[in-house]
Structure formats: structure tokens, C-alpha cells
T-cell receptor, first 111, second 113 residues
């Protein structure tokens, strides 16, 4: 079945770049997404990429997609303390109305 | 302001009790979803509904029930058959045909007394 995997934790220094990685299994996914969750809150859509794209940049965020390896990454440039949160990768399941979420990566930014 | 409202923020359940979590949206979205979040695990889909009076089971529907009598509302009942209900429950919605625009509520934390 479909599965999305992420590492659980990432710790970076303020001002450095953060790279959060994700692998997925459904090669026919149409869209892949990155969501951010702050403590005790719902998820907020950060960005998404269509499956026929390799890269998408949106201000400090860069998404890279390697379809051959089924690997997705989110790079946050100039990471700030306000970026500390849990980041979820998600894939759309082809021919359904469902999204499959990864386990989430907890990003901690220290001064 | 448009959005998704979940209530209550915190809910406690006694053994053998059914409890209902509320989810209301004024975004005029057709599709609504319920997810369960456990620490160290991703979001798991409980139920979803693409249209009024219709809903489908997700991956972990056992012990839960839903209804979709109105477009704006998609309440989730956690029944006594759900033996491990303690979790953070998230409701979401999106317009039909716009897969990337999934909007989430702020969640309900359910705990067992």
C-alpha cells in the first residue's frame, strides 16, 4: 500500500539552511505537499509540487522532487526560530480523494 | 472570517462512553475529512465525505462513526468500541477538484479518564 516516510527530528542553528527529506511509494501521485504544524494547532499548507516538476521555489522554501527515487525534500533557507514546528510530507493517492501523510519531522531551531 | 471550527479544544471520555467531536466549515467546501494524530505517527484517515449524505471509510474507521447531513458540518463520534481513543483529532476540508487546497481546523485533543 501507500507509505510516506520521514525522519523524526532535525536540529539546526538559526540562520543555517534546513533540509527535510521524505520518501513515498505511489509513483502515480499527482501532487506532493509540505505542511507545517505548530504546537497544539492544525496543519498549514506550506507548498506543493506537481509530479511533472523537478523543483519549485517560493521565497525561502525550495522543494525538490526526484521521481525516479521517489524522494521529496524541503529546503528552508535562513532558518528562523519561528520555523520550529513539525513538517509533514503528503502524497495524493491516484484515483482517490485521499492524502497520505508521513510521520512528520520535528524541526528545532536553536540560537 | 471563513474557516474550519473544531470544538471542543479538549475533551475527556469515560470508559464505555460515546463522545462527539464537532467540525463546522463556512468555506462552502464539498469534501471533508477526519484524521487522527498520535505522537511519532503521521496523520491517519478515519472517514471522509465528498458530498452531503455520503461518506467513505478511511484506513482506521473501526470504532468511529460520522454523518454528513449538512454541507457545513461533519461530526465524528468516537464510540465505546474504540479502545484506544486518546489522540489529537483533526478535521479538514477542501473544494472539489482542488486537491492541493486542504484546509485544517485547529484540532481536538481527546483523552480517556
Amino acid at each position: 500500500g501507500e507509505d510516506v516516510e520521514q525522519s523524526l527530528f532535525l536540529s539546526v542553528r538559526e540562520g543555517d539552511s534546513s533540509v527535510i527529506n521524505c520518501t513515498y511509494t505511489d509513483s502515480s501521485s499527482t501532487y506532493l505537499y509540505w505542511y507545517k504544524q505548530e504546537p497544539g494547532a492544525g496543519l498549514q499548507l506550506l507548498t506543493y509540487i506537481f509530479s511533472n516538476m523537478d523543483m519549485k521555489q517560493d521565497q525561502r522554501l525550495t522543494v525538490l522532487l526526484n521521481k525516479k527515487d521517489k524522494h521529496l525534500s524541503l529546503r528552508i533557507a535562513d532558518t528562523q526560530t519561528g520555523d520550529s514546528a513539525i513538517y509533514f510530507c503528503a502524497e495524493s493517492v491516484s484515483n482517490t480523494d485521499k492524502l497520505i501523510f508521513g510521520t512528520g519531522t520535528r524541526l528545532q531551531v536553536f540560537p | 472570517d471563513g474557516g474550519i471550527t473544531q470544538s471542543p479544544k479538549y475533551l475527556f471520555r469515560k470508559e464505555g462512553q460515546n463522545v462527539t467531536l464537532s467540525c463546522e466549515q463556512n468555506l462552502n467546501h464539498d469534501a471533508m475529512y477526519w484524521y487522527r494524530q498520535d505522537p511519532g505517527q503521521g496523520l491517519r484517515l478515519i472517514y471522509y465525505s465528498q458530498i452531503v449524505n455520503d461518506f467513505q471509510k478511511g484506513d482506521i474507521a473501526e470504532g468511529y462513526s460520522v454523518s454528513r447531513e449538512k454541507k457545513e458540518s461533519f461530526p465524528l463520534t468516537v464510540t465505546s468500541a474504540q479502545k484506544n481513543p486518546t489522540a489529537f483529532y483533526l478535521c479538514a476540508s477542501r473544494p472539489t477538484g482542488v486537491t492541493e487546497k486542504l484546509f485544517f481546523g485547529s484540532g481536538t485533543q481527546l483523552s480517556v479518564l
